[in-house]
């Protein structure tokens, strides 16, 4: 049986041209990965001088690694004689299948994305958004993680926060304060706006500019009411409204002032 074989046939038929196409698709696939590094890692220099975000420069240089790689198999495979049209398709079938599954997912994906891109917030800003408050921790490109005011951790899904309203509390640099202190309608009004303004002045955490508003802003049933809108810096608004809001009663208990509550007159008839 082997000695009917004609090995010089068998060589130059089949040896030699499946060794080069062999040989060929090696280059094509080690050249290939050569030159993806570097597209990928001049993309990602490219990236990190438009001061683009960490984790979406890893994301999408991830994401160009695997399709040049999946380019350099077709080319590969398709060296050696594989026809790699029935592939490309099933490829896209699969594609389309994992598409349809992870449809929440591809939703949350892209919202991440577009957090990363626009940056709305960033880490350490104290926000309202997807139905929780708190300091954002991380973004990541599924979701992102809060730390509320009472040291929980919530996790987000970005699809959530990127589909609603997104309030920053920290975007700014200077806030301002809304308060209201009502005083009984037998006070003396020009003392207690006195007494509030000197309260304002004396807190060095209140700015001098803008100039902080007291004013009567109504007259109610039970009491006349002001409205105090002092603005402070972003990082001193806690400390300054709680500060203020004890100040103003102790200096109004001191000043004689009162602080009415609701109350109700019943006349009766004899």
Do not use: C
Not at 195 to 203: A, E, F, R, T
Request: glycine content about 10%.
């Amino acid at each position: 049986m082997f000695e009917s074989l004609d090995l010089q046939k068998l060589t130059d038929a089949y040896l030699i041209p499946w060794g080069i196409n062999i040989g060929f698709a090696l280059v094509i696939f080690i050249v290939g990965r050569i030159v993806a590094k570097l597209i990928v890692s001049l993309l990602e220099k490219g990236l990190a001088k438009a001061k683009m975000n960490e984790i979406l420069i890893h994301f999408v240089s991830s994401i160009l690694n695997a399709v040049l790689l999946l380019f350099i198999i077709v080319a590969s495979l398709n060296q050696l004689g594989v026809d790699t049209t029935s592939l490309i398709a099933l490829m896209g079938a699969a594609g389309l299948a994992v598409g349809l599954a992870l449809q929440g997912s591809l939703q949350n994906f892209a919202a991440g994305v577009m957090l990363i891109i626009f940056r709305p917030f960033k880490g350490g800003d104290y926000v309202e958004a997807g139905g929780t408050s708190g300091t954002v921790e991380k973004i990541n490109i599924f979701s992102s993680v809060f730390r509320t005011p009472d040291n929980r951790e919530v996790i987000v899904p970005n699809g959530a926060i990127y589909g609603g309203t997104i309030t920053n509390f920290s975007a700014r640099a200077t806030r301002r304060i809304d308060m209201v202190f009502g005083i009984g309608y037998g006070d003396d009004l020009l003392k207690a706006k006195e007494v509030i303004g000197k309260i304002l002045n004396d807190d060095d955490r209140v700015l001098k500019e803008p100039e902080p508003m007291i004013a009567v802003g109504e007259l109610g049933d039970n009491s006349v009411n002001f409205n105090v809108r002092p603005w402070v810096k972003s990082s001193d608004y806690w400390g300054v409204k709680f500060d203020l809001t004890e100040n103003v009663k102790l200096a109004f208990d001191a000043n004689g002032i009162s602080i009415p509550y609701p109350q109700m007159d019943v006349h009766m008839n004899p």
